[in-house]
Nanobody
Framework: QVQLVESGGGLVQPGGSLRLSCAAS????????VAWYRQAPGKQRELVAV???????NYADSVKGRFTISRDNAKSTVYLQMNSLKPEETAVYYC????????WGQGTQVTVSS
C-alpha cells in the first residue's frame, strides 16, 4: 500500500518561494528514488528534479540555481524548495517514486501570479 502525498502548494507572487513536501508510506524509503514533475494545462509533463536513494540530485536546466531537492529518510519525506518563482512555472507538481515499481502522488497546485 505505497502512497505518496504532496503538500505545500499554493498561490505565490512572482519572485516568491514555496517549499513542497512529498511524504511516503508503505515503502522502505531509504531505497526509494524520488522525482518531482510538473504539468501545466495543455502542456507536456516536465521533469523538474530528481534525488536518488544515495542522495545525488539532478535538475532541469530551467530551475538550476533556484530549486533544491532534498530528502529526510527519518521522516520518509522529500522536499522541493522553490525560489524566485516565475509565472510560467504555474502547474500541478507531482511527486514520483521508484524502487523497481513506479508510484505517483495526487499532485499539489502551484500558482505564481500577481
Amino acid at each position: 500500500q505505497v502512497q505518496l502525498v504532496e503538500s505545500g502548494g499554493g498561490l505565490v507572487q512572482p519572485g516568491g518561494s514555496l517549499r513542497l513536501s512529498c511524504a511516503a508510506s508503505g515503502i522502505s524509503f531509504s531505497v526509494f528514488a524520488v522525482a518531482w514533475y510538473r504539468q501545466a494545462p495543455g502542456k507536456q509533463r516536465e521533469l523538474v528534479a530528481v534525488i536518488t536513494s544515495g542522495g545525488s540530485t539532478n535538475y532541469a536546466d530551467s530551475v538550476k540555481g533556484r530549486f533544491t531537492i532534498s530528502r529526510d529518510n527519518a521522516k520518509s519525506t522529500v522536499y522541493l524548495q522553490m525560489n524566485s518563482l516565475k509565472p510560467e512555472e504555474t502547474a500541478v507538481y507531482y511527486c514520483t517514486g521508484y524502487n523497481g515499481l513506479g508510484y505517483w502522488g495526487q499532485g499539489t497546485q502551484v500558482t505564481v501570479s500577481s
